[in-house]
């Protein structure tokens, strides 16, 4: 082995360190470069967000030949390596043209190509983990409730962070139809905090001195309902169609998992579950650690 010093870089990540602020920051600007010539795309005018809304186009059954799926194929590819490595933003929205791989319209081309313009208005931006300050272990989770025009299916979003860098992020569409916006948010809920508790685990497991075990880690909600149906261990009659594998967040409330009310306007995983306006994205951008930076 041999000692190349401090890293720079990491499979297509480029490591930037701040000792006087005492900051790490992600950033994948050579790799968003060589993405945006690769689809011709370099010259393309930035846009100000990924997505302006859900794509409403439903799914065409009739699978037949389309020359340009191979070219969408590869363009959602690349920007779900860039979302998964350092771009937590984009989960939303690659995650939302991702469901369409097998039969692109052009509007999803459309789409895909959007996200890439945003991408090269924002590659100069890069993810901020640190500093140090701040509880060590938290989380946000979010649903937004039957939003897939196709299943009327809900989507997840959560993120959590270690101090103030956003560590683990997921946009997902849930498996099963919610029948309500609180059962939607319990769902939600009930994947973050079994991320929350692997996160726990893992922590343990290697003796990270910084953790305690004992300490309960805060996940944030913005919906009452979902909050009072994780603390109450009654059964109602109005949430026994949930699957009981959802109920298993009782077991774990207040010994490992806090669950705290956020106000929607300050729900940082709002971001995760659809598209949004272009000042409400930019505050939530803002929330999830990434900035500008001065390579």
């Not at 140090?132 to 938290?138: D, H, K, M, R």
């Not at 973050?192 to 075990?213: G, K, P």
């Not at 996940?219 to 009654?234: G, K, R």
């Amino acid at each position: 082995m041999k000692d190349l010093g401090e890293a720079r870089s990491f499979l297509g990540i480029e490591i930037v360190r701040d000792r006087t602020k005492r900051t790490i920051i992600l950033s994948q600007k050579g790799y968003i470069e060589n993405v945006l010539e690769r689809f011709g795309l370099l010259d393309a005018n930035p846009s100000g967000t990924p997505m302006i809304n859900n794509l409403t186009k439903r799914k065409d059954d009739n699978k037949r030949y389309n020359p340009r799926e191979e070219l969408y194929r590869s363009m959602v590819g690349s920007l779900m390596y860039l979302m998964v490595a350092s771009r937590p933003d984009l989960a939303s929205s690659v995650g939302i043209v991702s469901r369409h791989l097998s039969n692109p319209s052009e509007e999803h081309l459309t789409a895909a190509k959007r996200i890439l313009r945003y991408v090269k208005g924002t590659k100069n931006y890069g993810l901020v983990l640190g500093p140090t300050e701040g509880p060590f272990l938290y989380g946000y989770t979010d649903a937004d409730w039957g939003n897939d025009i196709d299943t009327r299916k809900s989507t997840t979003g959560y993120v959590f962070y270690a101090r103030s860098g956003a560590i683990s992020w997921c946009s997902k569409r849930q498996s099963t139809i919610a029948l309500s916006s609180t059962e939607a948010e319990y769902i939600a809920l009930c994947t973050s905090v079994q991320e929350a508790i692997w996160i726990r685990s893992l922590l343990v497991e290697v003796n990270y001195s910084s953790f305690d075990s004992t300490v309960p880690t805060t996940v944030y909600e913005d919906n009452q309902s979902c909050i009072s149906l994780a603390a109450n261990p009654i059964y109602h009659a109005r949430t026994k169609h949930i699957d009981i594998k959802y109920h298993f967040i009782r077991d774990h409330t207040d010994k490992d998992i806090n669950i705290v009310y956020c106000p929607t306007k300050e729900m940082v995983a709002d971001v995760l579950t659809k598209p949004l306006a272009q000042p409400a994205f930019e505050q939530h951008r803002k929330a999830l650690g990434i900035y500008l930076y001065d390579a």
